[in-house]
């Protein structure tokens, strides 16, 4: 039975063409500055407070590899469309069980795990629809202000953002469940992956403080490792994806169990 995903998919088609364009129109105009930025790298890293540089990942950035991999990944990737598969994913169980959706869904011969794992597959459409329309973008633009980017290196970084995406909506699942409204489920997991983002950028400003940073999602994906100096973090990413299925499997057993 796969009604649900269908279902589901297209209620995500709008909100993921909404939120590809305005990241694309955002990543038009950071790349726009590229040139002038390239120019004054040194001067602009002197300016910038060392807990920024830190929160970026900073590495090069007067190339258009540290630059791609310190500003476009690190804000647009990490931070922004992380927030949205959190927040996406925040309301998928609780608003359907708020409107009383759930028991008419139920009443069906479909099980409880059917539901919420078709409901998690359905991120598909947002998944596609940020990968192919901003690779798109990031790809066209790079050749039109005059820079070289090796395609398959890109489109391999862009791979390794995926299992740090269904972290965060494994995030918002788990919260989905739990939590009995919709509003406070939504803003709890934007809030976590904010934070997480946060606390990871500056436990890495400290020594001291660096091993908390190690159960923050963000802490295992390095774009601008693999743009800059092409190492992939196959076990970092295998992390991630273990995160996403015990996060998974938790927000399913609760809501086996769940009173709705």
């Known amino acids: ?68 991999g310190g500003y476009v990944f690190s804000m647009i990737w990490l931070l922004f469309a992380g927030i949205y598969f959190a927040y996406a994913s925040a309301g998928m169980i609780v608003e359907d069980v ?30 596609v629809a940020l990968h192919v329309g901003l690779f798109a973008v990031l790809f066209v633009g790079i050749v039109v202000i005059g820079e070289t980017l090796d395609p398959v290196t890109l489109a391999v970084a862009h791979l390794f953002i995926v299992p740090y995406l269904l972290v965060c909506a494994g995030i918002g699942i788990v919260l989905s469940v739990v939590l009995g409204r919709v509003e406070s489920a939504q803003a709890t997991a934007l809030g976590l992956v904010f934070v997480c983002w946060l606390v990871d950028g500056l436990s890495e400003m400290n020594s001291e403080f660096e091993w908390v940073g190690a159960i923050t999602p963000s802490r295992y994906v390095d774009p601008g490792a693999i743009l800059v100096h092409e190492e992939y973090a196959f076990a970092d990413a295998g992390i991630l994806l273990i995160a996403f299925l015990v996060l998974l499997g938790v927000a399913t057993a609760l809501f086996v169990r769940r009173d709705i």
């Open 98 to 127: 708020r409107t009383r959706r759930m028991d008419l869904l139920l009443s069906n011969p479909v099980s409880r795990e059917s539901v919420l794992l078709q409901k998690v597959a359905a991120l598909w459409v947002p998944l």
């Open 1 to 68: 039975m796969t009604a649900i995903l269908r279902l589901e998919s297209r209620k995500l088609v709008r909100s993921s063409l909404v939120l590809t364009g305005l990241l694309s129109l955002l990543l038009g105009f950071v790349l726009a500055v590229f040139p002038g930025f390239a120019d004054e790298a040194e001067l602009i890293e002197e300016a910038f407070p060392p807990v920024l540089l830190g929160l970026l990942g900073i590495e090069e950035i007067h190339t258009i590899e540290g630059f791609v």
